[in-house]
């Protein structure tokens, strides 16, 4: 296995030295810079001048570039230029929260996909049966950035029960962030738990139809037993396998839904990062979530290659 | 009842699904009782709290960007924090008349070449430090230093030699008579001179004004808390000021309208008819408006040299329906930058150029045209491009066809700063609302040494640079001054204003006492919540 790592690393460290490489040449090839943001619309050339010697704008590329590598290397990662803080803290604080409402989301997917799986699937009421089809329907139908102002709407303007955005810290009061944590989470969660949810009733349907079922009925077995211990564990691996997936859809729509509810997590920042030219943050940043992606890859092959020898010894 | 498998019925009965449901409601009932609410906990107000001034209470400021400490001393989107956690010298009423701050009384020279301040001798920054004279003399350099990206850099450029006459009188020696001083002073926050590199990187902001930084979350905004030491004796009235980043303009109605926040001045024009139905938000129009919407002219591209052509254009822009389309009606439809407050505005200014596509035809033809297809740039933001088509579907009406280039604002102000912009553009411009020849030294645009649209004219430059060295006490004559500067201005047309923002605030009904200055720093000295 170790002689499998050390062959798979060359390969992922020169996909990250490629990917700084684009990285950096993108950026400087965009027009605008730091400079000429923190200069305004009414600055003059001088100031302008001014700012882009102090930021050390006007050094050669290849310097800027390497000095970018070091800072990387050293874990000092330096002053962010326009939004202001050290780079390092921006990240961080951002990855949390958007790490915070990714998980909350991902437990709305369980808690509502499991509900809508189980009653779509084994409720004797044709209501239930109904109402559950027509709320996954709209669940898939309807985009995040018209549900969360639905839900704002009514849970913070018409009910006033919740608040309509922000984020409190989680470590520094876990009642009121647990609040403020509902609604995105919920109009994040709604599309991957519909999806899940019809998933789960499909697999469920299929496995009541199976021999075993019949048998352990006719054995006396008691239904929600049945359900619970017999036809839900056996319908979960598919379905497990689709959470999976739906973790980076949840990764990517928190973006978006951390704009309607102004939360300050990754998206924000990056689209901060990119309207000031803020090189430092957006640099690093892209180049963690190539790390993180280069990551997950190397973690797959090795789960590969532990599952089955042959590919080891390719 | 319908049965799904003929063998097993094995989904929850009614009864264990309305026991679960109960039993769920119970719980998250129980919990929510235990804990705080966050929707009552973000509206806090002062106990007992009745019409009367009273202190206590947080209030909550919703903005659409986050503080950039990096912009501290230039004027940006983001300078409302500034009069909560400094002061300035001196402050304009409605008149532009300076009003004392931190500066109690001052003496111009008579020949105009230096001022006389004398200081407040009772004023301590957050950090303990007594204000002096050289706190003032380390602000005015703070902005002559090009890194600060001061757009009144001009100005404090002027100011060549310091005579302090103990710790609080100052005179500034200045290298000409400059009648924009007093722009300089009410925009010039006077920070701690030993903490100003922590300041422009977020990690300390040390004022002397009414509330201290406890702390700047990026992305979520800045908590403030009371300076219990603050010069003017009871003030503020509040507790704490919790100003919130909610950059999506829905999130940030819902935001007020739930009672979440309580004052927001980045409500969209256009959003406003939401807040106008609520019966607990109140809206007010600043006559200062925010700024002004004009259409940018490269006078080096043909057939635009031709002044004609320029002045065709400036005749075939419907005003008033840009304004009720693009700005929700709130602003100033207006040919002259000048919002309704500047010494410089006339009535016949803001209406040199109306709506006329006759006249525009007429003009085109005369200068040889009935058929243009020109570029124009536009930030491609939901608000802006409406503003360029706006302008779009007018100049196609007189057979000028517009393309339109959406760019995003670093671009768009590299192009502005670098000369680099095409035939047409619309943008922002500011420093209107001050004394009117700062417009013209201070606002990239309109400068007369070198501007976007590369017009120069020895008269523009003579008038402009005669307006700005007329020493401030010649009223009468800085005012023939501004009167040459605008019919410049609309007769060369290298700049079309057409409108003039509205600046509108918007406040829960429970506060009371919110001011803003000439630059749109806002003033909580008197606020309270009732």
Known sequence: MRGYLLRRLPSALLVLIAASFVIFAILRLVPGDPATTLAGPDADAA?????????????????????????????????????????????????????????????????????????????????????????????LAVPPFVSGVLLVLLFAVVLGVLPPGGRVAFLSAPDLAAQYLVLPALCLALPSAAVLGRYLKDGIERGLAEDYIRTATAAGIAPRRLLWRHTLPNALPPVVTLLG??????????????????????????????????????QDLLLLLVAVFVLVQLLTDLVYAWLDPRIRWE | MTELYPLTPPGPSRRSTLRAAGGSTLLLGLGLAGCRSAVSDASSAPKGASAAPKRGGVLNLAVNADFAPALLFAQSGQSLQHRLIYNTLTRYDDRLSPKPELATSWTYAKDGRSITLRLRDDVTFHNGRTFTADDVIFAVKNLQNPVRAAQLRSTAAAV????????????????????????????????????????????????????????????????????????????????????????????????????????????????????????????????????????GVNTTVAPLNDRTVRQALA??????????????????????????????????????YTHNPGKARQLLKSAGHTRLELPLLHLALPGDTAIAESIQYDLKQVGVHVTLQPTDGATAQKKLISQGMPALWTMGHGFAQVQPSTLAVSAYPFNEAKNTSKYRSAEYTKVVQEAWTEPETNAAAANALHEKISSILLDEAFLIDLVVRGQVQVTADRVHGVALNKFSYLNLDNAYLV
């Open chain 1, 47 to 139: 100031t302008v001048a001014a700012i882009r010697d102090r930021l050390g704008l006007d050094a050669p590329l290849l310097s800027q570039y390497v000095h970018w590598i070091g800072s990387l290397l050293t874990g000092d990662l330096g002053p962010s230029y326009a939004i202001g803080g050290r780079t390092a803290d921006l990240i961080g604080d951002g990855l949390g929260a958007t790490a915070e409402l990714t998980a909350a989301a991902l437990l709305f997917v369980i808690v509502l996909g499991t509900a809508f799986g189980v009653l779509g699937a084994t409720s004797r009421s044709r209501w239930v049966r109904t109402a559950v089809r027509v709320t996954t329907t709209a669940a």
């Open chain 2, 315 to 352: 005749w075939a822009i419907d005003r008033d329906r840009l304004l009720a389309q693009t700005l929700g009606g709130y602003g100033l439809a207006s040919a002259a930058p000048w919002p309704k407050s500047s010494p410089a505005f006339t009535e016949a200014h803001r209406t040199h």
């Open chain 1, 245 to 282: 997936m739906q973790v980076g859809n949840l990764l990517g729509g928190a973006v978006l839904v951390e704009a309607i509810f102004a939360w300050p997590g990754l998206g924000q920042l990056a689209e901060q990062g990119l309207q000031r030219r803020d090189y430092p943050v957006v």
């Open chain 2, 160 to 295: 060549t030699g310091f005579e302090k006459r103990g710790d609080h009188e100052l005179v500034l020696k200045l290298a000409h008579p400059v009648n924009n001083l007093f722009d300089l002073f009410e925009f010039m926050i006077i920070t701690d001179s030993e903490t100003v590199e922590d300041a422009v990187t977020g990690k300390k902001l040390i004022g002397t004004g009414p509330f201290k930084l406890k702390k700047w979350s990026p992305g979520s905004g800045l908590s403030l808390t009371r300076n219990d030491t603050y010069w003017q004796p009871g003030r503020p009235y509040l507790d704490g000021v919790e100003v919130r980043v909610i950059p999506q303009a829905d999130a940030l109605i819902s935001s007020l309208r739930s009672g979440q926040s309580q004052l927001s001045f980045d409500v969209p024009g256009k959003s406003l008819g939401v807040v106008k139905g609520d019966p607990h938000l109140a809206i007010k129009n600043y006559d200062t408006g925010a700024g002004a919407v004009y259409l």
